[in-house]
Nanobody
Framework: EVQLQASGGGLVQTGGSLRLSCVAS????????IGWFRQAPGQGREGLSC????????KIASSVKGRFTTTTDNAKNTLYLQMNNLKPEDTAVYYC??????????????????WGQGTQVTVSS
């Protein structure tokens, strides 16, 4: 069974940084397409990143490109989202996802088959 456990959210001031972690179990992250999406109150899901399981390429949404980066630690079966220069509009619940199918853009993230419980990120102005 695919399981994902995200953590690392919290309250941070504008311009601050956070690193989210997502521990995966039940599968190997290098066998799946993985990444992140978020959902702000009253809004739909916004894809942030996807790493394609076929070619290893990572796509980052233009809205966060240059501020957010994703990394993985295959030995720990964990993926990370490093978020720098945070803005109030980054306030949302952040989810990691996994899918056995390839992904080709960050926009694919919200339709992934499996995701974790989410972690809240709040950026104060």
């Amino acid at each position: 069974e695919v399981q994902l456990q995200a953590s690392g959210g919290g309250l941070v001031q504008t311009g601050g940084s956070l690193r989210l972690s997502c521990v995966a179990s039940g599968f190997k992250i290098d066998d799946y397409s993985i990444g992140w999406f978020r959902q702000a109150p009253g809004q739909g899901r916004e894809g942030l990143s996807c790493t394609n399981n076929r070619n290893g390429l990572t796509k980052i949404a233009s809205s966060v490109k240059g501020r957010f980066t994703t990394t993985t630690d295959n030995a720990k079966n964990t993926l990370y989202l490093q978020m720098n220069n945070l803005k109030p509009e980054d306030t949302a619940v952040y989810y990691c996802f996994a899918d056995s199918d390839p992904c080709y853009s960050a926009a694919d993230a919200p339709s992934a088959r499996s995701w974790g419980q989410g972690t809240q990120v709040t950026v104060s102005s």
